[in-house]
């Protein structure tokens, strides 16, 4: 059986963090209207990943775990469905 990776720290790729850090600088522009230098931007985004990817990530274990639990007691219905009455 294989083991299980550790998820413990969310890591984005490299393409993910350019992606996000033109968001932020963006959003800075968009919002703010202000500029946003490139160490504020690394900054935001470690932030971002450190502090709140584990909330989103566990928020999001938290709805598939209720998405999973109701396929079951769906699944659990459908079967009992599927029973033939026996008396005829």
Known sequence: MKKRE????????DAQKE????????FYLDVRGEEIGMIEQIQLLELFEEKMAPIIYNRALDDTRRWFNQMMENLDSDYYTLYKNENG
């Open 19 to 26: 992606k996000l850090k033109e968001e932020i600088k963006a």
């Open 6 to 13: 550790n998820l413990s720290q969310i890591k984005l790729s």
